[in-house]
């Protein structure tokens, strides 16, 4: 029987030990999940709050190294360093993606770093060994936790993909250091034995009370007792040290509050020494009143409390505490002192701090936050929710967004929607809702899933932006794009994607169609008797008149200039030819009335059809072109039909040929670079040149532009040329910069195509800003028709590479009545007079006038004047007496190849020579 109840004993000392262990097991275990999962959350938290520390729109298309100065750099990275200073997070940082490299946008330091004085330039700094799993983030648009191991050490770390508000795709990264939370862990696992071990003692008394055999032999209880002592000293001794280096402060105090014992730890948190601390008295000492009252409890057999700033008294020191007072009482009952706990948080509370800014910054987003539950009933929105919808928080608390539904959202994205969500990847898209009023808007949202430690989804976060002005804008960015602003009509592009569409439809099913070329005669007389304003009046009317007279299923465009397209759908050629002989003779009858004049009206026409036969949407449109060409030719106000055997059209069609020659002339950089000098008339300066284009024939010969350049107007080719001068041009300057201190600039020619090429702008400022070429020694020429007719973007042009340092000259000016009108709106540095008033300045004095007026305006608007076509000396002579600033035609030099500048450099050199002998 004794030895029965000795098993019982010891087997249940044995459960309870195992159970003790398991349980050390799994809190341990749930303590480490709680851990990371505080880790994680922090790092989310820090990552997200860098590009609220960035400078707004900080990362944006375009990005380059050298956009930032290194202080703005340096600025950015003691800001996120001052963020972090407090927390466990030791870095924190933007990545941005170009090409297939990472680079650094932005970084925080170290304490360390930042006194050690190492260099803190972040900026497009590449991220070489970065970990190939960052990669994923931008691949996928999702959050990305990882362990990595680079040059800086060993981390756990968030990546999180970002868009700027322009779309540029970034990521904000946090860093915590591995060795930090091994540490940490650590501390928890030391506090767990130390409580084990104290549960393991509650086993002493058990056995001494169930040991039968301990009870009845005396001698082996009093071994037992010696036995036990040992151990109890021994524990005690563990006990201590567990005391002593645990991560909380730890004292004991007598019945009158005098100090007794304290582990190292409490001696770090209050600052002091041992030697102080040992024989103080609380009571008469401490001066917080409310930890005094924790202390009073504690004396009186209550457990006191504390939390709250506290400066310690003998160490001055200031922490944000937690303390807890714990009687204890001797073996009659009576209190004889406390131990207490302290536990410097002031970390804790700086981290709480910044997440209650983060929340306030939720709370004040400027767009709406919408959280839900699983199952989608709302558990909190945002002051911008209320505003955006007109719905009060308590109006839609415990209900589903789906009462902001309008009905004009395909349920197929709700369908998509929730798919995703429960997938656990993040939704984006938008939503046509209703307001409380019933007023629609559209929202832009992103809902993204919370989950637990465990992976379950528990809540839906939604951030959504009232979008509707941006949708308004962008219907009517859209509109411009594919109509014409002036009249309202298509313009060209969009219209050539519906014949194009036509033309497959033609083919497919063998349906007849017929297209339109319409381009009005005379168009210029009144642009240059009563200005573009008048102009843009008669394209509207005209646009209106011809609109009426044609069926609602007829497409009908403006391409540009005084030129409208229109495709009759289903109808023969004959069809096409009546109606446009009714809209013909309706505008013999029409007068454009501009002021006190009065303007007759007239049109010529080219017809082709469109059938089985026709091969693309791009022959149809020549063959229409070269119709209506044809009708000009013949006089005027006539229809043409096209006809492959038609002579007239077969000599527009030289132009096509032309335009072929150029193409193969690009492919085969056939084309020359020649220069004419721009010579001073007034003072002694350094001379300029016109950079001029020539063709070399297939058979070797030298092509004027007369030749080609009309044509390439014609077919769209000038801004390829334009391309090609430039950057040939100022790969010649770049090689040969050396040999060019004699001159003042280079002029190269834009055409009107050009002004609006934002590939060709962003080509000649990289060129400038690598510092290939300097920005001084280019001067752009742009005539006259071309800027007036591109006013917008000529403005755009001219602005953003005079801010580089270049020049822009008016080319041709004079040419049009309207001139001066449109002079004040463009910002040009000179104007080149036209140079049919040049010519004949000798014997015409009203050419003579011409250019005494436009020299006087052009000087009084700060500018230079350049008189070209000047042929003989007598004209440079009176030029220079009506103070036109420069001059250039045959009676200085012809046109040379490019490389005769370099050959002036060597007279000028040789004439300097000679003035020192």
Known sequence: MTFKMSNRVYIAVLVYVIWVLVYLAWDYSREKDRIYQQIDSALVTNALAAPLLL???????????????????????????????????????TLLKQGNKLYFTSSSATESELQAGEELYSYFDPYDDADPKIEKAFLDS????????????????????????????FITAADIEIGHIESMLKQRLIQQVMFASVFLLFLLPVMFSFSAAQRRWAKELEESVSERTQQLHASEKQLS???????????????????????????????????????FNMLENLEDTQLLNALRDSLQGKVGQFEGPYTSVTGHKSIYLIAEFVPMRDSLGNINGGVAVFNDATEQQSTTSTLRKLSMAV???????????????????????????????????????????????????YTDLWETLLSGQEWRGVFHNKKKNGELYWAEEIISPITNSQGDITHF???????????????????????????GLLNRRQFEKELELTVQHARKHHSHHALCFIDIDQFKIINDTCGHIAGDELLRQVSHLIRDKIRSRDILARPGSDEFLMLFENASLAQAERAVQSIMQHLKRFRFQWEDRSFPVEISVGLTAVDHNTETAVEAMKEVDTACYTAKDTGRNKVHIHNDNDEQQLIHKGYIQ??????????????????????????????????????????????????????????????????????????????NIDKLEHVDSLAINLSGQS???????????????????????????????????????????IKSLKKLGCRF??????????????????????????????????????????????????????????????????IMARLKHLGVDYAQGYAISRPEPIDSILNDSLETESASERELQ
Not at 263 to 276: A, K, L, P, Y
């Open 461 to 487: 976060i939604a951030q959504q932006e009232d979008i509707t002005e941006v949708r308004r804008i962008s219907d009517e960015i859209n509109f411009q794009t594919t109509h014409d602003l002036l009249t």
């Open 241 to 279: 040290s567990i005391i002593e280096h645990s991560p909380v402060g730890i004292f004991h105090y007598d019945q009158n509050s005098v100090l007794t014992m304290m582990n190292q730890r409490f001696i770090e948190i209050i600052g002091s020494t041992e030697e102080v601390l040992v024989g």
């Open 755 to 797: 002004l609006g090429d934002d590939t060709l702008l962003g080509y000649i400022i990289r060129s400038i800003e690598q510092g290939l070429v300097p920005a001084r020694m280019i001067k752009f020429e742009i005539t006259e028709t071309a800027a007036i007719a591109n006013l917008k973007d000529a403005k755009i042009f």
């Open 363 to 413: 709370e004040q987003s400027p767009n709406v936050v919408v959280i839900t539950d699983v199952n989608g009933q709302i558990e909190y929105v945002n002051h911008r929710f209320t505003d955006i919808t007109g719905y009060d928080p308590e109006e839609v608390l415990g209900k589903t967004p789906r009462m902001l539904n309008s009905g004009e959202t395909a349920k197929e994205i």
């Open 809 to 874: 000259a008016l080319d041709d000016f004079g040419s049009g009545l309207s001139s001066f009108a449109y002079l004040k709106n463009l910002p040009v540095d000179l104007l080149k007079i036209d140079g049919m008033f040049v010519r004949d300045i000798i014997t015409d004095p009203i050419d003579e006038a011409m250019v005494r007026s436009i020299n006087e305006i052009g000087h009084i608007m700060k500018m230079e004047t350049i008189a070209e076509f000047v042929e003989n000396d007598l």
């Open 658 to 735: 032309w335009a072929s020659e150029i193409r193969t002339a690009l492919d085969e950089n056939r084309f020359r670079l020649y220069a004419q000098p721009i010579v001073p008339l007034q003072q002694d300066k350094k001379h300029g040149y016109e950079i001029l284009i020539r063709l070399l024939s297939p058979s070797g010969n030298i092509v004027p532009p007369g030749a080609f350049l009309p044509a390439a107007e014609r077919y769209n080719l000038a801004a390829q040329i334009d391309h090609w001068v430039i950057q040939n041009t100022l790969q010649w300057i770049s090689i």
């Open 55 to 93: 400078p707004d729109n900080f990362h944006h298309q375009g990005m380059a190294p050298g956009d930032i100065k290194p202080a703005n750099d340096l600025a950015n990275t003691l800001q996120l360093s001052q963020y972090i200073r407090n927390t466990d997070v030791i870095y924190i940082y």
């Open 142 to 169: 999702t959050s990305l936790f990882l362990e990595i191991k680079d040059k800086w050490g060993h981390f756990r770390s968030v990546f999180i993909p970002q868009l700027s508000p322009d779309g540029t795709a």
